[in-house]
């Protein structure tokens, strides 16, 4: 089991470029979700999906947009990048509502300049 | 707004000694408290996590000290070790799934040997 992949590992964008981050596991967990981590800021919840077909918003979903078409799989689109978007992002997935653990991904550190 | 605080920023401990790091939180509403251990270039990895209905939770070197009056609750790491070396996050869930964590900021920790 490959647990949670996350690509690209490293991208660099300019302001006004989109682009998607891609999450997917192999676990068939029901919850996933992207966070972003920013030093001095820990991490920050930027939206979840509890299964296929739903997806809400977290703490800071401004700028990013997301869809789960499938259990495996929840893509992060940024629309229109911006400097304030420079951050590290974390996919996390956790296996179903009664179950507490959540595992990352390993990361995608993203530059806009 | 840090709706969990976390502190010290950074931590240095000898090996064999006790490292202690606080967290503090405002919204009683919070049921699940978990520690996350970030080493660099990984996802954070679920240590250990504690419910309010307890005051304390040991697994191995590692305890979890929880008062629920005074909103505070803090990672105990006995007998440290340079393997100990990492980022430690504390994390507050309103629900008791643990979905929608919200993090501290951040704890950066080094074991000298």
């Known amino acids: 089991n490959a647990g949670v992949t996350q690509t690209p590992k490293f991208q660099v964008l300019k302001t006004g470029q989109s682009m998607t981050l891609q999450c997917a596991q192999d676990?068939?967990?029901?919850?996933m979700s992207w966070y972003r981590q920013d030093p001095g800021m820990g991490l920050r919840l930027i939206h979840y999906s509890v299964g296929a077909g739903i997806t809400d918003q977290g703490e800071v979903p401004n700028g990013y947009n997301v869809s789960r078409s499938t259990t495996e799989d929840f893509p992060l689109r940024l629309l229109s990048a911006a400097p304030s978007q420079t951050s590290v992002y974390f996919c996390a997935t956790k296996r179903g509502r009664y179950y507490n653990e959540q595992f990352f991904g390993p990361g995608t550190r993203l530059t806009v300049l | 707004q840090q709706q969990v605080k976390q502190s010290p920023q950074s931590l240095i401990v000898q090996k064999g000694g006790i490292s202690i790091i606080n967290c503090a939180y405002e919204n009683t509403a919070f049921d699940y408290f978990p520690w996350y251990q970030q080493f660099p270039g990984k996802g954070p990895a679920l240590l250990i996590a504690i419910r309010p209905d307890v005051s304390e939770k040991k697994e191995g070197r590692f305890t979890i000290s929880f008062n629920k009056s005074a909103k505070q609750f803090s990672l105990h790491i006995m007998d440290s070790q340079p393997g100990d070396s990492a980022t430690y996050f504390c994390?507050?869930?309103?629900?008791?799934?643990?979905?929608?964590?919200?993090f501290g900021e951040g704890t950066q920790l080094t074991v000298n040997p």
């Open positions: 994390a507050a869930s309103k629900e008791t799934s643990g979905s929608r964590l919200t």
């Open positions: 676990m068939n967990h029901e919850y």
